[in-house]
């Protein structure tokens, strides 16, 4: 593995309107590391990804990207792929439709064939026809995860409550991603109020809120 972070964060600070979530955050994402982001409802959890993601702007601090994790995704160019916890899934499109849409936009094979395999590892092969307004909350959320199997590159995966909806099947599969993510180097910074499995992930806890400085 590389001797120098994926991602370094350097005093970072976001607000919501007059209030500060969080301030001074320091904090690095190695390959092969994956990092458990912790806090209670409202501690800028959801914020951080997304300033992570170049969704939005952290009020100070700044984020370093090594060379390594540049690539052609997006005006940043950085590497990563991220899923909140909207799903981002086009209602008047069908599964298959919609998750061919989003591989083209984020420059991933986007080919049928490549989105099919992807929906079958994620057990929404037979519902590939239907339209996305009519499934389920698993459902969307197993066909929003799908995407990760399109990802190939030893990139940072950046997920929003990644297991919310899903069954024990499921949550099994979705653990099989991101142990295989992390074993070729790649890296996860994920929220999530369950557990997570630790015989199947090792995880780096990363606390926002009053329970950072207990």
């Known amino acids: 593995m590389p001797d120098f972070p994926l991602l370094q964060v350097s005093g970072l600070a976001c607000r919501r309107g007059n209030d500060w979530l969080f301030r001074d955050l320091n904090f690095s994402v190695w390959p092969g590391q994956l990092v458990w982001l912790r806090g209670h409802n409202g501690s800028g959890k959801t914020t951080l990804l997304r300033a992570i993601s170049g969704l939005s702007d952290p009020d100070e601090g700044h984020l370093a990207w090594t060379a390594a994790s540049h690539a052609a995704h997006g005006p940043s160019g950085r590497r990563l792929a991220y899923v909140g916890h909207l799903n981002a899934m086009k209602d008047d499109l069908t599964v298959c439709e919609s998750l061919?849409?989003?591989?083209?936009?984020?420059?991933?094979?986007?080919?049928?064939?490549?989105?099919?395999?992807?929906?079958?590892?994620?057990?929404?092969?037979?519902?590939?026809?239907?339209?996305?307004?009519?499934?389920?909350?698993?459902?969307?959320?197993?066909?929003?995860?799908?995407?990760?199997?399109?990802?190939?590159?030893?990139?940072?995966w950046v997920l929003d409550e990644p297991f919310d909806a899903l069954d024990i099947a499921g949550v099994d599969t979705v653990n099989g991603l991101l142990k295989a993510h992390?074993?070729?180097?790649?890296?996860?910074?994920?929220?999530?109020?369950?557990?997570?499995?630790?015989?199947?992930?090792?995880?780096?806890?990363?606390?926002?809120?009053?329970?950072?400085?207990?």
């Not at 079958?120 to 339209?131: V, Y």
């Not at 996860?188 to 009053?210: F, K, N």
């Open 182 to 214: 992390l074993a070729r180097g790649g890296s996860v910074l994920l929220t999530s109020h369950l557990p997570l499995d630790a015989s199947a992930l090792q995880a780096t806890e990363l606390t926002l809120g009053p329970e950072a400085a207990a």
């Open 100 to 156: 061919q849409f989003i591989a083209r936009l984020h420059g991933r094979d986007g080919s049928r064939p490549r989105v099919l395999e992807a929906l079958r590892l994620l057990g929404m092969h037979h519902r590939r026809n239907a339209a996305v307004r009519t499934l389920s909350q698993g459902q969307r959320r197993r066909a929003a995860l799908a995407r990760l199997v399109l990802e190939s590159d030893a990139a940072l």
